[in-house]
């Protein structure tokens, strides 16, 4: 069965999920792969259900094209993950308690904790790079209307981690724009940092108190997969 990630990062996410949820997946016949982006991931889980290739789909919601989502959600079910609005790291990070969002910075390899404060100390025009620093120009900058229950940092991380452009430089030359666009390949914006990000919500019990309940019903029906039969889209065109 292969399951469609929307990009690397969920590919990565998915896999150390599986490892978890599922040990030896891979021999069990699930294949998790990278669509290549929202509309092309849509164009494909599209193509797959005409064929009927049994397949998982797991996505952002960009908003777009809510109809053929639903028309694909509708023929598969819980088969298809689709977050509620936005995309994983909008989803996921604010999850983080305040007293685990250093450890979500912390690269375990040791290479790009320091890129990875760097990246926030860019994006809030400041020198000191210290976690402590940061967090408490966060505070001071947090708006009246943000939601206190999280860390104030957790806004910074996220615009970081996606690459998000400032709004002051949306009109800006590439030359600047493009640094800010790069600060995502300093996170999870790769298999391995997909891989990081979950192995974090399962040590810092995100999973248990917050996930577990969301994926659940598109886990167990990954592996509930193994065992059905081919959708019944396949057997009438092939009779």
Same mark, same amino acid.
């Given at each position: ?11 990565? *996410?998915?896999?150390?999920? *599986? ?29 797959l259900l005409v064929g009927g290739v049994k397949f998982a789909g797991f996505v952002d919601n960009e908003n777009r094209d809510a ?16 977050w509620n609005t936005g995309n994983m790291e909008e989803n996921v990070i604010p999850f983080f308690p305040a007293d685990q969002l ?85 996170? *999870? ?28 019903? *598109? ?21």
């Amino acid at each position: 069965m292969t399951l469609v990630a929307e990009g690397a990062t969920e590919v990565g *996410f998915l896999r150390e999920i *599986f490892d978890r949820e599922l040990p030896g997946w891979r021999d069990r016949g699930v294949h998790i792969a990278d669509g290549g982006g929202n509309d092309d991931t849509l164009t494909l889980l599209e193509a797959l259900l005409v064929g009927g290739v049994k397949f998982a789909g797991f996505v952002d919601n960009e908003n777009r094209d809510a109809g053929r989502w639903r028309a694909v959600a509708n023929r598969v079910g819980s088969l298809l993950f689709q977050w509620n609005t936005g995309n994983m790291e909008e989803n996921v990070i604010p999850f983080f308690p305040a007293d685990q969002l250093q450890a979500l910075i912390t690269d375990p390899e040791g290479e790009k904790t320091g890129h990875r404060l760097r990246t926030l100390a860019d994006r809030m025009a400041t020198v000191d790079t210290s976690f402590e620093a940061l967090s408490a120009l966060a505070l001071e900058r947090r708006g009246e209307n943000s939601g206190h229950q999280v860390h104030p940092l957790v806004p910074w991380i996220i615009e970081a981690a996606t690459g998000k452009v400032p709004d002051a430089l949306r009109d800006a030359p590439a030359a600047q724009r493009n640094p800010f666009k790069g600060h995502a390949t300093a996170w *999870f914006k790769s298999i391995e940092g997909g891989r990081e990000l979950a192995g974090k919500v399962y040590n810092s019990g995100v999973w248990e108190t917050q996930l577990d309940a969301l994926l659940r019903p *598109f886990v167990n029906a990954v592996i509930r997969t193994q065992a059905d039969p081919v959708p019944a889209v396949a057997q009438r065109r092939n009779s």
